[in-house]
């Protein structure tokens, strides 16, 4: 690669790093609301996220997840079950274990703290022609791709040291 090509492949990276920096203050800005006027704790946020991100999990994975003790789990969803914000069953597969899911009014709370930005997001992609979505959405796959490629080879790069 010639060094104009390079020149230009750095400032087209640093673009989006500044464009990507910009986009991420809108959507905290957004999200930001409903967390402010929330009373849950971090901890509580912490397991509602997980819980909206990876679905119906054992507690010990979930303890795992958010970095506490099942001990400290059981407290957190305790408070949370409290307010029908989660809830807790056995696992049909193996009775000792304890699953733990987010209620209706739980995704409703999710869905309120996301809702804004993603309602924003679409009106946003909706006032764009198609040629230019054509073009993001290829280059936001060729992102992904690229993440997750890099994700498949960070442990062994990791083993390398």
């Given at each position: ?26 959507f905290?800005?957004d ?21 909206a991100?990876?679905?119906?999990t ?18 957190i ?14 696992d ?35 006032s ?34």
């Amino acid at each position: 690669m010639d060094s104009d090509t390079s020149d230009a492949k750095c400032e087209l990276i640093e673009r989006l790093r500044d464009l990507e920096v910009r986009q991420l203050r809108l959507f905290v800005r957004d999200r930001s609301l409903p967390l402010l006027s929330t009373t849950l704790t971090i901890q509580q946020l912490k397991v509602l996220v997980a819980l909206a991100v990876d679905g119906n999990t054992p507690t010990h994975e979930l303890a795992e997840r958010i970095g506490v003790s099942v001990a400290t789990l059981t407290g957190i969803v305790d408070r949370l079950s409290a307010r029908s914000l989660v809830l807790r069953r056995e696992d049909p597969a193996d009775r000792r274990v304890r699953r733990v899911d987010l209620t209706e009014k739980g995704r409703a709370l999710i869905d309120d703290m996301w809702g804004t930005s993603r309602e924003r997001t679409l009106a946003a992609l909706r006032s764009l022609d198609v040629e230019t979505l054509r073009g993001l959405v290829r280059g936001v796959e060729a992102v992904y791709q690229a993440l997750l490629d890099s994700s498949r080879t960070a442990p062994a790069r990791a083993e390398e040291r």
